[in-house]
């Protein structure tokens, strides 16, 4: 079995090097209502989020995170494609007022359990496109949970410069929840 | 602001072996993204990761959605001795040119209060075990809060990955 610790050879994959973080929000004791990221930078071509999370409802164990773009709520849509462990599914939200993403844990998910995330907003910058965001997210719960890849449409031209991140049934997010904003520079 | 995507470590196999260990993991990153480009050895090589050495405990679930070609269809694994990615469509194995395409984030691999998050998707081209191919994209939780120092890839079903096949680990710094 090769072991390769941190002093392997160097000879793959380049590694980008125009991926910069912009900023980070961890929750704390007291927990948050929202997520937000505001005053994006307009330097990079595309921004990533990453995140792990966990909301505060309590009657059930998977929720949904809702995204919207500069504290906007209108002209909204989503598909969702996942899997719930015995069955694929597939759903599409029209005309909302957030893009719905898939899933978040709760705090009935069981101990110590949190939900991943990793949203892509291609070229936010941009004003002469809607904007199009994608996302591999979910969680497991051993016994349930849910993997799910999205796609989602804001039809607006307008730069993003705001970004937030809301619980879809809960009120808000749980301490040790924690999102971070990366940008992407084009060439 | 500073390029905060990291190579950690990269290695491309001389020989067949059953698994490859990334090990002395720093803890200074907040992601990591593994990216393993795959053959195996006969039918029914699929991914297998394990962490910090726990290869034999019960602690690892995942929930997956794959397609095959022809159908669409979801599947989980409980309590097992390592965490499952793919389920039945294997890495290829029957073409020497073919590999199969896997891509790993392992959220907040560092803290000591969660269990740990891993999302993975992979791709195996014509040569699976079904012949056909197949596309997964999984979800997969290791009950334990202990920061993941170390990280092995294998395949299960006792077989080993071929010469040829590469694995790269990043780290990825929140500001």
Known sequence: ?187 | MASTYEKIATTTLGSAVASVSFTSISGTYTDLVIIANVQGQSNGCNIQIWFNGDGSSTNYSSSTLYYTGSTVASTRNSNTAKLNFGTNGGQPFANANQFGLNIYNIQNYSNSTTYKTALGTSRSPNGGYTGAGEFDLAVGMWRNTAAITSIDIGVDNSKTMQIGSSFTIYGIKAA
């Open chain 1, 1 to 187: 079995m090769p072991i390769l610790g941190i002093i392997a050879s160097s000879k793959l994959t380049a590694v980008p090097s125009s991926y910069e973080s912009i900023a980070t929000v961890t929750v704390g004791s007291g927990g948050s209502a929202s997520i937000s990221f505001t005053s994006i930078p307009s330097t990079y071509t595309h921004l990533q989020v990453r995140g792990i999370a966990r909301s505060n409802r309590s009657s059930a164990t998977q929720d949904w995170y809702e995204l919207t773009f500069n504290s906007t709520s209108t002209g909204y849509s989503a598909h969702d494609l996942g899997g719930d462990g015995s069955s694929a599914f597939a759903a599409a939200t029209t005309n909302a007022t957030y893009i719905e993403l898939s899933k978040c844990a709760t705090s009935t998910s069981g101990t110590n359990v949190f939900s991943a995330i990793v949203i892509d907003v291609l070229d936010y910058g941009n004003t002469n496109k809607y904007k199009t965001v994608r996302s591999l997210g979910g969680l497991d719960m051993n016994g349930s949970g849910t993997i799910a890849f999205d796609s989602g449409n804001w039809r607006d031209t307008s730069a993003i410069n705001t970004l937030t991140i809301d619980a879809g049934n809960g009120t808000g997010f749980l301490q040790y929840t924690q999102f971070a904003l990366y940008g992407i520079k084009g060439a």
